[in-house]
């Protein structure tokens, strides 16, 4: 799922094709796209855009009249800069935005249609779309502490709540603990100041020094490679590999269609976390150390 890294990418890249360029025409294909009815989608039409913004994980258009175009891609929509009048893919595509300067094309890679779009009529309908999530990189460390702290919730779970932290979701988060040395199973309320303070640190970094990568590879275009997993990650997305800060491997722990990756030696003193999955395959079996795993594989 694109987060605050990667909608920060696509709004400046929107900013570049869209902003101030009146919407012509919406070609929708997916009804179900559409979470609100009034205003009407069409509304839209014939509407500058004034500007653009993230809210979360968000991309909001603001049009004139005080309409408000609020997209969120989930896991896997994704927008496409093409050429005026495009046409829009028979299979997993959401729709187009035709502008003047050429046509967004709004398409999802999942057969299971999650991203939506949500139109709203002035700045406080659009309000009461936010989770009103704590803004990390404008915040203090007291800020972020409170916002953290104020329910006992493990690591994992509070970075990735929009209603604590904006735009931290799943692949940001495994970095961030990485590089923090933190458990994702920690409990908020059990952290004590050293490590509020490291993990505030290690966010604001990690979160800018994403930002700041994606703008280099995209320079003055449009983002085209935006995903949920970047090759360049130290720890999403590479269960097995070794982690680059002490080259033990990455394990991970998976549930539903997700997973969390983290290095046992860097993150949890060695201990192995429990999959859920395996865990019930393995029952009392279940390696409890990174030596009792190699042993077990080893079989």
Same mark, same amino acid.
């Given at each position: 799922?694109?987060?605050?890294?990667?909608?920060?990418?696509?709004?400046?890249?929107?900013?570049? +094709?869209?902003?101030?360029?009146?919407?012509?025409?919406?070609?929708?294909?997916?009804?179900?796209?559409?979470?609100?009815?009034? $205003?009407?989608?069409?509304?839209?039409?014939?509407?500058? +855009?004034?500007?653009?913004?993230?809210?979360?994980?968000?991309?909001?258009?603001?049009?004139?009249?005080?309409?408000?175009?609020?997209?969120?891609?989930?896991?896997?929509?994704?927008? *496409?800069?093409?050429?005026?009048?495009?046409?829009?893919?028979?299979?997993?595509?959401?729709?187009?935005?035709?502008?003047?300067?050429?046509?967004?094309?709004?398409?999802? !890679?999942?057969?299971? *249609?999650?991203?939506?779009?949500? +139109?709203?009529?002035?700045?406080?309908?659009?309000?009461?779309?936010?989770?009103?999530?704590?803004? +990390?990189?404008?915040?203090?460390?007291?800020?972020?502490?409170?916002?953290?702290?104020?329910?006992?919730? =493990?690591? *994992?779970?509070?970075?990735?709540? $929009?209603?604590?932290?904006?735009?931290?979701?799943?692949?940001?988060?495994?970095?961030?603990?990485?590089?923090?040395?933190?458990?994702?199973?920690?409990?908020?309320?059990?952290?004590?100041?050293?490590?509020?303070?490291?993990?505030? !640190?290690?966010?604001?970094?990690?979160?800018?020094?994403? /930002?700041?990568?994606?703008?280099?590879?995209?320079?003055?275009?449009?983002?085209?490679?935006? /995903?949920?997993?970047? $090759?360049?990650?130290?720890?999403?997305?590479?269960?097995? !590999? $070794?982690?680059?800060?002490?080259?033990?491997?990455?394990?991970?722990?998976?549930?539903?269609?997700?997973? =969390?990756?983290?290095?046992?030696?860097?993150?949890?003193?060695? *201990?192995?976390?429990?999959?859920?999955?395996?865990?019930?395959?393995?029952?009392?079996?279940?390696?409890? /150390?990174?030596?009792?795993?190699?042993?077990?594989?080893?079989?």
């Amino acid at each position: 799922m694109p987060e605050l890294p990667e909608i920060t990418a696509y709004v400046e890249g929107l900013e570049r +094709v869209i902003h101030g360029q009146p919407l012509e025409r919406i070609r929708l294909r997916s009804p179900s796209l559409v979470r609100t009815w009034d $205003p009407p989608l069409s509304t839209a039409e014939g509407r500058r +855009v004034l500007g653009l913004r993230r809210i979360g994980k968000r991309i909001v258009w603001e049009m004139e009249g005080g309409v408000f175009l609020v997209f969120h891609l989930m896991i896997t929509g994704r927008f *496409k800069w093409t050429k005026r009048g495009a046409a829009v893919p028979a299979r997993r595509a959401h729709g187009a935005f035709d502008f003047p300067g050429g046509t967004l094309l709004l398409t999802e !890679q999942s057969t299971k *249609k999650r991203a939506s779009l949500h +139109v709203v009529q002035g700045e406080e309908a659009l309000s009461d779309i936010d989770p009103g999530g704590l803004e +990390v990189l404008d915040a203090s460390i007291l800020d972020f502490t409170a916002a953290l702290t104020r329910e006992n919730r =493990t690591l *994992k779970r509070a970075l990735t709540d $929009p209603r604590i932290l904006s735009g931290v979701g799943n692949a940001h988060s495994d970095e961030i603990l990485l590089f923090a040395g933190l458990s994702p199973l920690q409990l908020t309320q059990n952290l004590d100041p050293v490590q509020l303070q490291r993990l505030f !640190q290690e966010a604001r970094r990690s979160l800018t020094e994403w /930002t700041e990568r994606l703008r280099a590879e995209i320079g003055d275009g449009f983002p085209t490679k935006i /995903t949920a997993f970047h $090759p360049a990650m130290a720890a999403h997305g590479k269960y097995g !590999q $070794p982690c680059p800060v002490c080259e033990s491997p990455i394990q991970r722990i998976r549930y539903a269609d997700r997973e =969390t990756n983290y290095c046992a030696t860097c993150q949890t003193g060695g *201990k192995v976390l429990a999959d859920r999955g395996m865990s019930r395959l393995l029952g009392a079996d279940w390696p409890r /150390t990174l030596e009792e795993l190699e042993e077990l594989r080893s079989r």
